[in-house]
């Protein structure tokens, strides 16, 4: 069965302080993983995407790195802001070509409030 | 070019009745998602369809849920005899048709509250 965890569950972080979150996997035959944010009441919004040759990737203060072979990857978030403060969410994806995009497993999410 | 846009945002239905829920996907995309997220939950992958299409659903009830995508309009989600436990957050999301794209983006949302 395809799964996706997340930890930890909630986060609560100092403005200005830098965070990792964590997924682990089990998701056959990987295809890719995603990091997602979601603020409160909106739907996700992507924040990066590897594929199984990339270890890391960035966007802005945002950086995810990817270890196939232990099936774990973490999103580390640099100089948070209070803007920060939401959902993130890591999903997989299983399949390849065509069909890639259709079956995403959600993890539950790591829920991170930032505090002034 | 606008993003996925989904209506109404809010739905409130009392047991019995049906649901109806609209995603109209981003310009130029053919491929729809219907995710479902019931409150504390992550979301959960229902139905995907491409015009006039249903790939894969195996992620819908089997009863009283539906889905289709027409030609011409948005894509509706279906309810029939709304219950409590259909309460939650029911998100769309679209991609392009290009062979490989991976890339799918969320709508806002709709919720759904059965009283």
């Known amino acids: 069965k395809n799964q996706v965890e997340q930890s930890p569950q909630s986060l609560i972080i100092l403005e200005g302080k830098n965070c990792t979150l964590q997924?682990?996997?089990?998701?056959?035959?990987?295809?890719?993983l995603r990091w997602y944010k979601q603020d409160t009441g909106r739907g996700p919004v992507s924040l990066t995407i590897m594929t199984f040759s990339e270890n890391t990737k960035s966007n802005g203060r945002y950086t995810a790195t990817l270890d196939a072979d232990t099936k774990q990857s973490s999103l580390h978030i640099t100089a948070s802001q209070l803007s920060d403060s939401a959902s993130y969410i890591c999903?997989?994806?299983?399949?390849?070509?065509?069909?890639?995009?259709?079956?995403?497993?959600f993890g539950g999410g790591t829920r991170v409030l930032v505090k002034p | 070019n606008a993003g996925v846009m989904q209506n109404p945002r809010h739905l409130v239905r009392r047991r019995g009745q049906e649901a109806r829920l609209r995603c109209s996907p981003m310009?130029?995309?053919?491929?729809v998602y219907w995710y479902r997220q019931l409150p504390e939950e992550g979301l959960k992958f229902m139905v995907y369809?491409?015009?006039?299409?249903?790939?894969?659903e195996s992620g819908m009830p089997k009863e009283r849920f539906s889905a289709e995508f027409p030609k011409e309009g948005p894509s509706i989600l279906r309810i029939q005899q709304v219950v409590r436990g259909d309460s939650a957050a029911y998100f769309c999301?679209?991609?392009?048709?290009?062979?490989?794209?991976?890339?799918?983006?969320f709508g806002p949302g709709t919720r759904l509250t059965v009283l």
């Open positions: 999903v997989v994806s299983a399949g390849w070509g065509k069909a890639a995009g259709n079956k995403l497993t």
């Open positions: 310009k130029g995309h053919s491929h």
């Open positions: 999301a679209s991609s392009p048709p290009s062979l490989g794209s991976n890339e799918q983006f």
């Open positions: 997924c682990n996997y089990t998701v056959s035959p990987f295809s890719n």
């Open positions: 369809l491409q015009k006039e299409n249903i790939i894969d």
